[in-house]
């Protein structure tokens, strides 16, 4: 099949009518003129050598950035502070592994489609079956769904906690209220409507890097006072012992699910076609997987793990499943004062909240746009962005809120994600689907094996987890929220 054409909106992506482009909402695709100088620029740095076109192809980026935007929310936030926390050093291979796996995953996903151009559903339903197409939709948007949830009540918490910094009251109610309104009015009036909205997305992600910036502060003053129990943490791959009332388990399964989740592995693909690349893209795709999606998630969640274990692990203190965002802003106290490390780490996790809530309302009228076959922006699609929204009940449902209540919903959201990963794997194998461009020989059998063996290590973490626990563990999850 031929690249997609520069007019490749999400509405648009994998099917030969023109219409009028308009991209995803975090970005605006290219015009012609633009990719076609794009391609060229291409061209020329695949005849360079590998550490000048590397050199390149950090300086263009691309939407491997984006997804590490994403997934460095209150999942990977929580899991990260609470491992720290309770464990010190052991888990620090838990979020490199989870990503790693991931970006396999992904690397496969924009092979196939920057190859072939196809609107992913319509590849997934026509050559894997539509089992898996609408197992990976309906998955994605029930993951949307659950999630919201947990991030409703971690922003109303910092929100909650910011107005008492400033020597204000905010009840939560009224924070999840103005979290929601926020929400509604981001994905309803500006994103895919405004060039705000992508100004906007800036400013969260440099409020995620500040906070991010802060932890490496702490971690550079506090030293590393153990370096061997460093790297046993990062390549020792220990399930350590429950303490307390927290699962060792449980923190594993949670870092595995949060680092690329089921709503990621469906917005990506689409992300691509909206930018309009093509097969001469592929190179920079996998590169940008590696460079902006993994190093900085491997980067981000290391040095919480990390600052944590240097202060609340090595002092002895223990707040267990009742560890909260305040207790984790002490973290803080000692670079930037008490204060303002409070202030900070608040403003740093509800930027990372904010983001989160309006990628779950986009995914879920995605998702429900593509098994219904709605255009995007539409106003049945405006609709369905909106089905997430009882989420704002979890302002009031976790009242006395933690960290632990982001565990739960990872590990629920982590149970969808298997479905996705297979059906990748089949399309990868499928000479129908991608015919000259299917992987062949030696590299063709080590992607192959890669994406099996990230699949069944997913998988049998979920299992396993799930039969160690027996029955009723969702619930016993949630009783501790």
């Known amino acids: 099949m031929p690249d997609p054409k520069p007019d490749t909106s999400p509405e648009n992506a994998g099917h030969s009518e023109p219409s009028q482009p308009t991209g995803l909402p975090m970005v605006s695709p290219p015009d012609p003129a633009a990719l076609a100088e794009q391609v060229a620029w291409l061209e020329t740095v695949e005849q360079q050598s590998t550490p000048r076109r590397w050199a390149a192809y950090l300086r263009r980026g691309g939407p491997g950035y984006l997804q590490a935007a ?23 291979w ?37 089992v898996f197409a609408y197992g990976w939709a309906a998955g994605a948007l029930l993951s949307s769904i659950v999630w919201h949830f947990a991030q409703y009540a971690l922003a109303s918490a910092v929100l909650v906690d910011l107005a008492d910094a400033f020597g204000m009251t905010l009840s939560r109610g009224g924070a999840g209220l103005a979290v929601l309104a926020w929400a509604v009015c981001s994905v309803q009036l500006s ?69 690329v989740v089921v709503n990621m592995v469906f917005l990506y693909p689409y992300t691509l076609l909206a930018r309009g690349w093509g097969r001469t893209h592929r190179r920079l795709a996998r590169f940008d997987l590696v ?41 803080l106290e000692g670079t930037v004062g008490p204060v303002a ?7 740093g996790i509800l930027g990372m909240v904010l983001t989160t809530i309006t ?13 219904a076959g709605w255009k995007v ?24 809120l933690s960290v632990w209540v982001a565990v739960p919903t990872s590990i629920l959201s982590g149970l969808m994600l298997p479905l996705a990963y297979l059906a990748f794997v089949k399309l990868q194998r499928s000479r129908a689907y991608l ?46 929220v």
């Not at 490390?341 to 403003?347: C, K, M, N, P």
């Open 70 to 92: 994403l997934t460095l929310g209150g999942g990977s936030a929580s899991a990260s502070l609470l491992a720290g926390a309770t464990f010190g050093y052991d888990l620090l």
């Open 94 to 130: 838990v979020p490199w592994t989870g990503m790693l796996l991931g970006v396999i995953v992904l690397s496969a996903v924009a092979h196939q489609t920057l190859s072939t151009g196809m609107r992913p559903m319509e590849a997934v339903r026509e050559y894997a079956g539509p």
């Open 191 to 259: 994103y895919g409507r405004s060039r705000w909205a992508g100004r906007f997305d800036q400013v969260l992600k440099l409020l995620v890097w500040m906070i991010i910036g802060c932890f490496a502060m702490v971690v550079v003053k506090t030293g590393i006072p153990d370096w061997g129990a460093l790297f046993d943490g990062m390549f020792g791959f220990k399930i350590p012992d429950d303490r307390g009332d927290l699962s060792g388990r449980a923190l594993v399964i949670t870092g595995l699910a949060s680092a």
């Open 291 to 331: 460079a902006g999606l993994l190093v900085p998630y491997v980067l981000a969640t290391g040095l919480m793990i990390v600052a944590t274990a240097n202060t609340l692990y090595a002092s002895g203190e223990f707040a267990g499943m009742k560890f909260g965002p305040v207790d984790a802003a002490h973290i």
């Open 341 to 347: 490390g409070r202030i900070l780490f608040d403003v």
């Open 359 to 371: 990628m779950h309302m986009l995914c879920a009228g995605f998702a429900t746009g593509e098994m």
């Open 377 to 400: 922006g539409s106003r049945p699609w405006r609709w369905a962005l909106l089905l997430p929204v009882p989420g704002v009940l979890g302002a009031w449902w976790w009242k006395e």
């Open 435 to 480: 015919g000259d461009d299917l992987p062949r020989g030696g590299r063709g059998v080590l992607w192959m094996g890669a994406l099996v063996l990230s699949t069944l290590i997913v998988t049998a973490f979920l299992v396993w987890y799930g039969v160690t626990e027996g029955p009723g563990f969702v619930e016993r999850l949630f009783d501790g």
